[in-house]
């Protein structure tokens, strides 16, 4: 069982930027491949980036790409999320999540955080 954080959403003006941090309540948090959810109102929950458990290997959502950043601090079981450039379209609540990596890809697991809200508007 793996306990999971989020904290850093808010309220920001497009163009802006948010850092989003995900911490693990277990010492094997550092075992787990991250990755970051999001879902808007009337919308599924989506992956927008992940990380190995090592840190070595990031993915991203085409939607995100390039403006997003994950890495994670193994050492203090934190994973964070570097958000520039957000949109309006970006609003949404933010979950992490702790999975693994098979087949090349993330995959979920049922561990998540209470999530953290994130609206960006002028």
């Known amino acids: 069982q793996v306990l999971l954080g989020e904290s850093g959403g808010g309220l920001v003006q497009p163009g802006g930027s948010l850092i989003l941090a995900c911490t693990g309540s277990e010492d094997t948090f550092h075992t787990y491949a991250v990755g970051w959810f999001r879902q808007a109102p009337g919308k599924d929950r989506e992956l927008v980036a992940s990380i190995t458990y090592s840190g070595g290997s990031t993915d991203y959502a085409d939607s995100v790409k390039g403006r997003f950043t994950i890495s994670r601090d193994v050492v203090n079981n934190m994973v964070y999320l570097q958000m520039n450039s957000l949109k309006p379209e970006d609003t949404a609540i933010y979950y992490c999540?702790?999975?693994?990596?098979?087949?090349?890809?993330?995959?979920?697991?049922?561990?998540w955080g209470q999530g953290t809200q994130v609206t960006v508007s002028s």
């Open positions: 999540n702790a999975g693994a990596y098979r087949g090349g890809r993330y995959q979920q697991e049922d561990f």
